[in-house]
């Protein structure tokens, strides 16, 4: 039996979805309060212009979220496709990191 490439199910499409959006975000969060540092110069002003702190970073964890249980509700539907489970795996990459980096501020914070 061959594995379809394609989503059949709305639900696997939204995974997958879901999932590119998690990482997209993971990287270009970081790299707008870079480039509003090179831009405005002022730090202060940056973190009135652009006030993306715990928001973004609260962004990126539902995002996230929303992608791994999404992916898992479309496996357990049937989806057997090859984006669905790129984005599951891309989602659980991208969950990985923010458990660790949670069990790393829990266990030796600053």
């Known amino acids: 039996m061959r594995r379809p490439w394609r989503p ?3 639900v696997g499409r939204r995974a997958f979805w879901l999932a590119i959006a998690a ?3 993971g990287l270009l969060f970081p790299s ?4 509003g540092r090179a831009v405005f110069g002022d730090i202060e002003r ?7 702190g715990m928001g973004g970073l609260l962004l990126e964890v539902a995002l996230t ?4 249980l999404t992916g898992i509700r479309a ?7 090859w984006l669905t489970l790129l ?17 790393g501020e829990v266990l030796v914070p600053h």
């Open 75 to 81: 496996l357990r539907g049937g989806e057997r496709s």
């Open 8 to 10: 059949a199910s709305s």
């Open 65 to 68: 979220a929303a992608a791994l």
């Open 87 to 103: 984005g599951l795996a891309l989602a659980v990459v991208v969950g990985g990191f923010w458990i660790l980096f949670a069990l």
């Open 32 to 35: 707008l309060g870079a480039l």
């Open 46 to 52: 940056v973190r009135i212009m652009i006030p993306i």
């Open 23 to 25: 990482a997209v975000w």
